[in-house]
């Protein structure tokens, strides 16, 4: 689906298959955020052939944190020419746990490692500025992407509608994931892009996303 002119949003829906939302941003370079799982990156590669589009005309492929519904897909994109990204803090943690990837997904991680390391800050891409968010708590080197021209963010796993990321997976700590949302409330965001879900449009029902996180979520954290 279209969100705005150059931004696109290539939803999961179904509650049978976990698989995540993936968003492309078109521009000079077009970035893709979270491609998936591999068995299931036909879904997004319909959405881009739609738009005119395939793999190698994606320029940068950023992952918000390395869960393999997020990140699996990314070898598509290490086989061609284009960037891959992660937090470094966030592939520390991915090596550590090699062994067990490898043995329960079935992941060879040299396969998703990426090209270049992500860090806090200002993030200039062709033209297109993003400031990019350390937010752990879901993962220990989650990221969260916003764009302050448009006033979108992209949250992975951290924010859903109604809804935090859980933390009760290796790495994952409660406390953590609390100073992130707090400290991504100060955003002003016209729309919330989140890892899983629904979208959320407009300054006050994302005011009120936040607020229901507060009230409802913060207590168990």
């Known amino acids: 689906m279209q969100i705005s002119d150059n931004l696109h949003a290539f939803l999961w829906n179904s509650s049978a298959i976990n698989n995540c939302n993936t968003y492309l941003i078109d521009g000079a370079t077009r970035v893709l955020i979270d491609p998936g799982h591999l068995n299931l990156f036909e879904h997004v590669q319909k959405g881009l052939t739609i738009l005119g589009m395939e793999i190698p005309d994606i320029g940068l492929v ?5 869960h393999p519904d997020h990140i699996e897909a990314v070898q598509l994109f290490n086989k061609k020419e ?20 490898d043995s329960v997904f079935g992941i ?26 350390h937010t752990p708590g879901h993962s220990p080197g989650s990221l969260s992407v916003y764009s302050p021209k448009q006033k979108v963010l992209f949250t992975g796993d951290l924010i ?10 290796p790495g994952g700590n409660s406390t953590l994931l609390k100073k992130s949302v707090e400290r991504l409330r100060e955003l002003e965001i016209e729309i919330l892009l989140p890892g899983h879900g629904e979208i959320i449009s407009g300054a006050k029902e994302i005011r009120a996303n936040f607020d229901t996180i507060e009230r409802f979520w913060f207590p168990f954290l």
């Open 160 to 169: 859903f509608k109604n809804g935090i990321g859980r933390t009760d997976l």
């Open 108 to 133: 060879n991680i040299d396969a998703i490692a990426p090209k270049f390391f992500l860090q806090e800050g200002d993030l200039v891409v062709n033209g297109l500025e993003l400031k990019v968010f």
């Open 82 to 101: 284009g960037l891959t990204a992660i937090s470094e803090e966030e592939w520390r943690f991915v090596k550590e746990m090699r062994d067990f990837i």
């Open 62 to 66: 950023i992952n918000t944190h390395a």
